[in-house]
Nanobody
Framework: QVQLVESGGGLVQTGGSLRLSCAAS????????VGWFRQAPGKEREFVAA????????YYADSEKGRFTISRDNAKNTVYLQMNSLKPEDTAVYYC?????????????????????WGQGTQVTVSS
């Protein structure tokens, strides 16, 4: 079982940037795609971005395209989410998780139930 720990959240003004990290320990996740999700108070958890097992391909929710960049460093067992041009509606707890399905090219999922080994989350608050 892989354990994930998110970090890098905080309070930022509108238009600011944050870089989230998702560090893995235990069993490696190098063979799996990894995703970022977020959950705002009173709302369901929603997909943000995902990255293939080798970092070669990425997939984003439409609202994050051009503002967020997901990347990974398998040597460090870490996945990152660079968030730029942040908006108040980006305020949420951000989670990373491992796609439990065997990797297949362009077979992306936005469904939280396809992911596991959820971290505890990191709070991102964007002030207006």
């Amino acid at each position: 079982q892989v354990q994930l720990v998110e970090s890098g959240g905080g309070l930022v003004q509108t238009g600011g940037s944050l870089r989230l990290s998702c560090a893995a320990s235990g069993r490696t996740f190098r063979a799996n795609a990894v995703g970022w999700f977020r959950q705002a108070p009173g709302k369901e958890r929603e997909f943000v971005a995902a990255i293939s097992w080798n970092g070669g391909t990425t997939y984003y929710a439409d609202s994050e395209k051009g503002r967020f960049t997901i990347s990974r460093d398998n040597a460090k067992n870490t996945v990152y989410l660079q968030m730029n041009s942040l908006k108040p509606e980006d305020t949420a707890v951000y989670y990373c998780a491992v796609d439990r399905r065997p990797w297949r090219s362009n077979n992306w999922s936005r469904v939280a139930a396809d992911f596991g080994s959820w971290g505890q989350g990191t709070q991102v608050t964007v002030s207006s």
